[in-house]
């Protein structure tokens, strides 16, 4: 990004600022002694530092602000607000670069999710909280913008860097919640959020990851943290983090022909799950009722989700066309009754699906770029496993990305997040998502690369442009 400015102009700017900083602590001393403005001003430093090395330490940053900021731990609070102004500042120079460079592939994925955009604006004028609306299209924008840019920009020429990166950082992060289990700190806050996050991502990423390690001491510590991701899927007792991660794990299997490590992974299931029935035998039996049921006394699978259900349906039938706005409810039971903001504390626009949620937010005029985006999505996921099937071969950065899309989607279905742009499985997914649609195979033949994670010196080899 720094290339072609010349080194005079930077000698100028820092000499000048030097001099604006020298004025304002003789002027206006009380900057200077302000937590305030010398935080605002760290965070300048910081910003301007990170831009500087966009492609390397961008995209982490932005992941680990909006997990700082979801996760239930003292930290958290201050990074609500600026996880948004770390968007804001990756998708504007993240587009810049692009459009400076002019030599990456924008294709039908990216158009629709423009349109995906467009339909959540429309939906504004027919909304009853048209400010809220347009807020959450514009950080359904800034999302977009930045996944496209600025996440495979982190990508773009460093594919062995960045997937390294992302699996050792897989590792830390399922290490680190595991630690603060094992202490009695539930750091993701609620036992969803920690299904999702390991059943979503630590799952499938860690059996990747051991599946391409050459050496024994890699493939063995990444199948331990991978145990641990599934053993925390289960203690959480949520149902779509564990299909989640059971369908990725054992489809991936499958693709791979790796039938005598599934057979194990059985195996080792049904003893545990054994063991504990004949030991434990009231603890396994309440395990299984809550698992199942959530509690319910007339044991009705799914039944905590039937009542968001019919509420979402109710809305989708009397806003068919163009919904209620994103992000928003109607709450108002009659006319002469003011409408409740949604994000009230009393009231929830919880819908259990996010399916369901895009669906009443926009309507279903305004539901079709998003299905459509979902479709062309699940297809690049299907030619992947296809591949894979055909090849055998793991080593396609493609993978571990195509199991990742596949139990969101899943994980979607139940859970509202697939379309909440504030929220830090929403980011990573959709980053991925765009990366992975550049790294999809278009043809099964193309699957067939040869990359192990050894080091980031090896060359990663060519991928086919998404079409």
Not at 164 to 174: I, M, P
Not at 332 to 344: D, I, K, L, M
């Amino acid at each position: 990004m720094t290339e072609r400015i010349p080194k005079a102009l930077w000698v100028a700017a820092a000499a000048l600022g030097l001099l604006v900083l020298a004025y304002l602590a003789y002027s206006r001393p009380g900057y200077f002694t302000s937590q305030t403005y010398l935080g605002g001003l760290l965070l300048l430093e910081f910003l301007a530092a990170a831009v500087w090395m966009y492609r390397r330490v961008f995209f982490p940053l932005v992941v680990l602000a909006f997990l700082l900021a979801g996760v239930d731990l003292p930290v958290g609070s201050i990074w609500t607000a600026l996880r948004w102004v770390f968007l804001c500042v990756g998708a504007l120079a993240g587009a810049f670069i692009m459009l400076k460079e002019r030599r990456h592939h924008f294709g039908l994925f990216h158009v629709l999710a423009l349109f995906g955009v467009l339909a959540t604006l429309v939906s504004a004028a027919v909304s009853q909280y048209p400010a809220v609306t347009l807020l959450k299209a514009f950080s359904l924008l800034l999302l977009f913008v930045y996944a496209s840019t600025g996440a495979r920009l982190a990508v773009t020429g460093r594919e062995d860097r960045f997937f390294a990166g992302l699996l050792t950082g897989c590792e830390v992060f399922v290490g680190a919640v595991a630690a603060f289990h094992a202490i009695g700190i539930d750091a993701m806050g609620n036992p969803n959020s920690l299904g999702a996050v390991m059943g979503m991502f630590g799952a499938p990423i860690l059996l990747w990851g051991t599946l391409v390690s050459d050496k024994p001491f890699d493939r063995g510590r990444r199948m331990v943290l991978y145990g641990i991701s599934m053993y925390l899927t289960y203690a959480s007792h949520a149902r779509a983090g564990m299909v989640a991660a059971l369908i990725s794990s054992g489809l991936l299997c499958l693709a791979l022909r790796k039938y005598r490590l599934l057979a194990r992974g059985v195996i080792v299931v049904a003893v545990l799950v054994a063991l504990s029935a004949i030991l434990q035998p009231d603890n396994f039996s309440n395990t299984v009722t809550t698992v199942l049921y959530k509690g319910d006394p007339e044991h009705v699978l799914l039944s905590s989700r039937q009542s968001p259900w019919q509420s979402a349906m109710k809305r989708i039938n009397d806003h068919f066309w163009f919904g209620t706005g994103l992000g928003t409810i109607e709450t108002a039971e009659s006319t002469n009754v003011r409408a409740v903001f949604s994000s009230n504390n009393k009231v929830t626009t919880e819908n259990g699906s996010s399916y369901l949620t895009i669906l009443s937010g926009v309507g279903f005029l305004g539901a079709l770029p998003f299905a459509l985006l979902l479709l062309l999505l699940s297809g690049k996921i299907f030619r992947t496993i296809a591949g894979l099937r055909k090849t055998g071969n793991a080593c396609h950065l493609a993978t571990p990305l195509a199991m990742v899309m596949l139990a969101g989607l899943i994980h979607a279905g139940f859970e509202d997040w697939l379309f909440a742009p504030g929220n830090y499985l929403c980011l990573f997914f959709w980053s991925l998502a765009f990366i992975f649609v550049d790294a999809a195979p278009s043809s099964l033949p193309q699957v067939a690369l040869t990359w192990r994670l050894r080091t980031a010196r090896r060359g990663f080899g060519e991928v086919a442009p998404s079409r």
